[in-house]
């Protein structure tokens, strides 16, 4: 997927999230992020698009020592969904008026514009199907977005230790990882080190993994978010079971 279509499922992610939540009581619990209800979900949402617009914005090219940025609140918390659909609105106005490949300081890999539309497209994208749970509906996650979720999630999972400290536990002399999507095209190979641990570039060939991971590649992307059991009979695991718990249980954020 390229920028402009990240751009895009940022808008219709957010519409599929406030569809969900509009009628919703936001008292109502989200099991899949605990001690939250959907009114704190959709208020993160919000703050989260209002947050990386700033950012893009000001095209920062240091990490930013303020997180500070005008939220804008409603003074009613049944005013949240329609001021959720504001921030996507002031989003993509920003990222129409921005070069999405302009250089720009990011916490992972890809250090341009483009890098902030993607973040926010998988936060958006998550937190929609942790509302639909919440509701009782059955979320749907549209496979070439999975994929390429799957893959900006291992590609900066790396970098992610400020906010997701677990991962600094995953260390390990020579032992990798497979995720393998059963619905198409899809594999990506993580090798653990003892200083750390990436996603292998060049995956061609039969690259041999000491634990796979088989499954749709929309489960496998609710999975590496901890929102999907890996030991569900979703998936099919093969190799080491401890070196998978010990993944997943490092390794959501």
């Known amino acids: 997927m390229n920028p402009a279509q990240h751009a895009a499922a940022v808008a219709a992610e957010t519409a599929g999230f406030v569809a969900a939540v509009r009628a919703a009581d936001l008292s109502t619990p989200v099991p899949t992020c605990p001690g939250w209800t ?11 698009h209002r947050w990386f617009t700033e950012l893009l914005r000001r095209r920062i090219q240091q990490p930013p020592t303020s997180r500070e940025v005008d939220l804008r609140l409603p003074e009613h918390p049944d005013a949240l969904p329609d001021w959720l659909a504001m921030s996507a609105g002031e989003a993509a ?9 302009a250089p720009m300081w990011a916490w992972g890999v890809d250090q341009h514009a483009r890098f902030w539309v993607r973040r926010m497209l998988f936060e958006t994208l998550v937190h929609r199907v942790d509302a639909q749970l919440a509701l009782g509906l059955s979320p749907h996650v549209d496979r070439a977005l999975a994929v390429d979720g ?6 900066n999972l790396p970098f992610a230790s400020s906010f997701a400290p677990l991962t600094a536990q995953l260390r390990a ?3 990798t990882v497979r995720f393998s999507s059963t619905d198409g095209d899809g594999d990506w190979l993580v090798a653990l080190r003892t200083d750390g641990f990436a996603l292998v570039a060049d995956r061609a060939g039969p690259h041999a993994a000491d634990a796979t991971v088989q499954g749709a590649a929309a489960d496998l992307l609710l999975a590496l978010y901890g929102r999907l059991d890996h030991r569900s009979d979703t998936f099919k695991l093969l190799g080491d079971q401890d070196l998978l718990a010990h993944w997943f249980a490092h390794s959501a954020f």
């Open 38 to 48: 959907l009114e704190d979900l959709t208020r993160h949402v919000g703050s989260v």
């Open 93 to 101: 106005e920003v990222f129409a008026a921005t070069d999405l490949d």
């Open 150 to 155: 799957i893959d900006e999630f291992l590609t």
């Open 173 to 175: 002399p020579g032992r």
